[in-house]
């Protein structure tokens, strides 16, 4: 779609906006729902993307839809009242397909009690990024006027997260392989009935971060390389899958052999000096 603004001072009186949209499927569409943590739909956040896509979250189930170039973007979400959104990851597009992307948005956590002296309780961390298999210990405290706790904790998860009655949580494994899962840990506090929660991010486990990390421009190259190269074929997507589906279990062999790590570092370092990093 395009506009074209024709200058009246350049063209004459006949001043107008000439709107061509292209179609033959060249665009995809991001849809989904923005959620809280208790499942409840969070309405008018705002949801962009960084490429071209804008959308606003509407009620009554907090849908949103945005169009969007085909490739891979990452997703945000903003609203008054919670911490901001980030996917970290891609979310593929597709030309002339819809791609679905729930976004889970944690309020923005508060330690002050209430004036009345109202129970609450407090999770800590209230978010937190993980990779498959990662371990994080959570506390929990309450705030007010509060009788003797009983906690109870439990977890959300799509991929087997779990956690024990102690607050120790251990991600499940992720087998997506652009998006991260949202694992949602929660606490009952049955002696006050009050109740809080906390999200977690899961991530595959990644071979090239693994080795040069997290944001290096090894990394940055071999992503490009996934995203602009091989995503474009159905071979390369292929291949695509493959690293994903033994990354898990080469990182965690790298973790325990170095001689082995060193070996998987040479095979990529080549890989990059073929396509002239």
Not at 110 to 122: A, L, P, R, Y
Not at 128 to 134: E, L, Q, R, T
Not at 259 to 269: H, L, N, Q, R, S
Request: hydrophobic letters at 35%.
């Amino acid at each position: 779609m395009r506009i074209l603004n024709f200058d009246k001072d350049a063209f004459g009186e006949d001043t107008r906006y000439d709107l061509q949209v292209n179609g033959g499927g060249t665009v995809g569409r991001i849809t989904g729902k923005v959620m809280d943590a208790v499942g409840e739909a969070v309405c008018d956040a705002v949801i962009t993307t960084d490429g071209i896509g804008v959308g606003i979250s509407v009620c009554p189930g907090g849908d949103y839809a945005l169009i969007e170039m085909p490739g891979n973007w990452r997703i945000y979400a903003e609203k008054d009242g919670y911490e901001n959104y980030d996917s970290d990851s891609s979310v593929e597009v597709l030309a002339g397909e819809d791609t679905n992307h729930d976004i889970l948005m944690s309020p923005v956590s508060t330690t002050t009690s209430s004036e009345n002296g109202e129970c609450t309780v407090i999770i800590d961390p209230k978010t937190k990024k993980v990779k498959s298999g990662d371990s994080v210990s959570f506390t929990v405290y309450t705030n007010g006027n509060c009788s003797a706790p009983d906690y109870e904790w439990s977890v959300e998860s799509d991929i087997g997260s779990i956690i024990d009655q102690n607050g120790n949580y251990v991600a499940g494994t992720n087998d997506a392989i652009f998006n991260k899962a949202i694992d949602v840990v929660m606490v009952d506090d049955n002696a006050n009935d009050t109740k809080a929660a906390a999200t977690v991010t899961v991530s595959r486990r990644c071979i090239s971060k693994q080795i040069y990390g997290e944001n290096s421009e090894e990394v940055a190259t071999l992503r490009s390389l996934r995203d602009n190269v091989l995503n474009q074929t159905p071979e390369g997507r292929e291949i695509i899958r493959l690293y994903y589906e033994w990354s898990p279990v080469i990182v965690q062999e790298m973790e325990e052999n170095e001689e082995f790590k060193k070996g998987v570092k040479e095979i990529i370092d080549e890989i990059l000096l073929v396509i002239g990093f």
